[in-house]
């Protein structure tokens, strides 16, 4: 019987790592059957999850496009995924878009390198085991679907993550969920230091590189 390589780990065709592009070799499954079997995890009902090895100039551009995302994100989310079905996590994904964020999972090898030098490299120590990630530019919207999802889904469990340079625990992601939208945020800050609106919506719309110092001017205004 023939073989073919697939990626590890679930239904997202990525390893036990998190972040596939590792693989190995296995049988190649039946014409017309579920490599899965009966009432598992499909390992890939979509086609894309079928992995082909990954050369070293793929895995460079891997982690630039990695890094970019870290780079640019007002907040970053970790969580475990295990256990999660293919038709979870395009829920999960279709939360995170209608919100204007992403979610990608990728080698946590990989993703730690991308992380070298970028604000959010704390969560760096969060990346072991079956890891996802979830984004946006916007500094609330990625944790807002991320707490939101993680309360219908048991199995999506929070682990950290980051806004800018601030690391986040599950509680403080939990914090930033809470946080007012973005517009309201724009109000609010506004109406407290009589900035332009159109500076403010510059400086969210932008990473989350001044939001922590923003917020801090918020609470100082509310504390005088």
């Known amino acids: 019987m023939g073989t073919r390589r697939i990626s590890t780990g679930g239904p997202f065709g990525h390893s036990s790592g998190g972040f ?16 899965a079997g009966p009432g598992r995890l499909e390992p890939g009902g979509n086609p894309q999850t079928w992995s082909i090895p990954v050369d070293r100039a793929q895995k460079e551009a891997l982690v630039e496009e990695l ?50 030098g970028k604000p959010c490299a704390s969560i760096g120590d969060l990346l072991t085991g079956m890891t996802v990630l979830s984004y946006s530019e916007d500094p609330v919207a990625a944790a807002k679907v991320a707490i939101g999802y993680a309360k219908d889904n048991k199995k999506f469990e929070i682990l950290g993550g980051s806004m800018g340079g601030t690391a986040l625990n599950p509680d403080g992601v939990k914090a930033v ?45 509310e504390a005088a």
């Open 20 to 35: 596939g592009l590792g693989s190995f070799r296995t049988r190649r499954p039946a014409s017309g059957s579920d490599p």
């Open 67 to 116: 890094g970019q995302i870290f780079e640019s994100s007002g907040v970053v989310v970790v969580a475990h995924y295990a256990g999660l079905t293919v038709a979870e996590m395009q829920d999960l994904r279709a939360r995170m878009r209608a919100a204007g964020g992403s979610v990608r999972v990728a080698k946590n090898k990989l993703a730690k390198i991308a992380l070298e």
């Open 177 to 221: 969920s809470e946080l007012p939208s973005r517009e309201e945020l724009i109000a609010s800050i506004v109406a407290c230091i009589g900035a332009p609106a159109s500076n403010i919506a510059g400086a969210i719309g932008a990473p989350a590189s001044n939001i922590a110092g923003i917020l801090s001017t918020l609470e100082e205004r």
